[in-house]
Structure formats: C-alpha cells, structure tokens
C-alpha cells in the first residue's frame, strides 16, 4: 500500500515561515514527480508546487518567491519551505506522487496551515 505521510502544518502568524515534510513509500518516490497541492474552504483543490525526479521544479504564481519545494532522494522525503506567509495561504496542504508513464496518482491525508494573527 502506497503511503504518503505529510507533517508540519501549524498556525503561524503572517509573514511566519512552515516547513512541510511529506515521506512516501522508497519505488513511489523513485519514479514519482511529487508535488504539493492545497485546498481552502469552498474552494478547489490547487497545484501549489511539483518538483520531478531530476529536480525540475514548478510553481503557481500565487507562490513564487515565497515557497521552495525540493526533494532528498536518498529520505524518500518532499519538503516545501513556505516564508512570507500570507491569510490567504491558509488550506488544507496535500502531498502528491504522480508516476506519469505508469499512471498512479497518490495523495496524503492533508496537513492543515493557518496563517493568522
């Protein structure tokens, strides 16, 4: 069973800074672009951030300059560092593994950030 565990979420007051960490099954992650999706109350769920297997990376406008995803191979481990927080980046944040050619989308459970003072 394929498993995408996420954490780091919390409650940070804007202009704070979060660090997400999503740890997925070793094969998964080998051949997965994994990326970072988020999802607002009433809204539709949205890419925030992907990032492939030879490190090509993919940002929304919305978070450019603010948030860096990257990846550590050797962890089996997705990180998105979130600075310059703002209200409206508050969401549900979920991990993702796509397998492209293989055709296997996973998702975490979500992780919930809040930004709010």
């Known amino acids: 069973q394929v498993q995408l565990v996420e954490s780091g979420g919390g409650l940070v007051q804007p202009g704070g800074s979060l660090r997400l960490s999503c740890v997925a099954s070793?094969?998964?992650?080998?051949?997965?672009?994994m990326g970072w999706y988020r999802q607002a109350p009433g809204k539709q769920r949205e890419m925030v951030a992907t990032?492939?297997?030879?490190?090509?990376?993919d940002y929304s406008d919305s978070v450019k300059g603010r948030f860096t995803i990257s990846r550590d191979n050797a962890e089996n481990t997705v990180y998105l560092q979130m600075n310059s927080l703002k209200p409206e980046d508050t969401a549900v944040y979920y991990c993702?593994?796509?397998?492209?050619?293989?055709?296997?989308?996973?998702w975490g459970q979500g992780t919930q950030v809040t930004v709010s003072s």
């Open positions: 993702n593994a796509n397998t492209g050619a293989f055709g296997q989308n996973y």
């Open positions: 990032i492939t297997g030879r490190g090509h990376t």
């Open positions: 070793r094969f998964i992650f080998s051949i997965s672009t």
